[in-house]
């Protein structure tokens, strides 16, 4: 027995290695189990949700605030702010295109700042590496690398009402 020990570790191991998504696989589909979390409530359905809306996340340095007012057909207009105390920040305004749980974010209030975040339904997450252009957007000692807000508020009317900084309304148009 003490000899088929590692050939069983080695064929579990290799089954596990074998349900890495399928890169094939359409964004849509979705898991048995993921169909089940949505059924029971868990988690939203993002196929179901919109991103027009605000959202915030606090810590001690202060409230970072993201707004997209739109919706997933004509795009969005969105704005956002990174606090990193008193006087350090992120600030810009800019456009948003959702697909799925991929939102394609454009700053273009400044130097032209373009990348692709995720969203869940509940949280929007900004990737961990952004281009040289967002720098443009931020005090000394302050990035967006990795920045990620939660939804407070759903529909135009709430996401217009999120204020900045240097700007008095994140998402004033729509």
Same mark, same amino acid.
């Given at each position: 027995?003490?000899?088929?020990?590692?050939?069983v570790?080695?064929?579990?191991? *290799?089954?596990?290695?074998?349900?890495?998504?399928?890169?094939?696989?359409?964004? /849509? /589909? =979705?898991? *048995?189990? /993921?169909?089940?979390?949505?059924?029971a409530?868990v =988690?939203? !359905?993002?196929?179901?949700?919109?991103?027009? +809306?605000a959202f $915030?996340?606090?810590? !001690?340095?202060?409230?970072?605030?993201?707004c997209?007012?739109?919706? !997933?057909?004509?795009?969005?207009? =969105? +704005?956002?702010i *990174? %606090?990193?105390?008193?006087?350090?920040?992120c600030?810009?305004?800019?456009?948003?295109e959702?697909?799925?749980?991929? %939102?394609? =974010?454009?700053?273009?209030?400044?130097?032209t700042?373009?990348?692709?975040?995720?969203?869940?339904?509940? $949280?929007? $997450?900004?990737?961990? /590496?952004l281009?040289?252009?967002? *720098?443009?957007?931020?005090?000394?000692?302050? +990035?967006? $690398?990795?920045?990620?807000?939660?939804?407070? +508020?759903e529909? !135009?009317? %709430?996401?217009?009402?999120?204020?900045?900084?240097?700007?008095?309304?994140?998402?004033?148009g729509g």
């Amino acid at each position: 027995m003490s000899r088929l020990w590692p050939l069983v570790l080695a064929l579990g191991l *290799a089954a596990c290695a074998q349900e890495k998504a399928d890169p094939e696989k359409p964004a /849509e /589909e =979705i898991s *048995a189990l /993921e169909q089940a979390a949505i059924d029971a409530g868990v =988690i939203p !359905d993002v196929r179901n949700v919109t991103l027009s +809306g605000a959202f $915030e996340r606090r810590s !001690d340095l202060g409230t970072d605030r993201f707004c997209a007012v739109g919706n !997933d057909e004509n795009g969005y207009q =969105i +704005g956002m702010i *990174a %606090v990193f105390g008193p006087g350090t920040q992120c600030e810009g305004l800019g456009e948003a295109e959702r697909d799925g749980e991929k %939102v394609r =974010i454009t700053l273009n209030s400044k130097e032209t700042c373009s990348f692709t975040a995720r969203f869940d339904g509940v $949280e929007l $997450e900004l990737p961990g /590496e952004l281009p040289d252009g967002c *720098a443009s957007y931020c005090s000394r000692r302050a +990035g967006f $690398e990795g920045v990620s807000f939660y939804m407070i +508020g759903e529909g !135009d009317a %709430v996401a217009r009402s999120t204020s900045g900084r240097d700007f008095e309304n994140l998402c004033p148009g729509g």
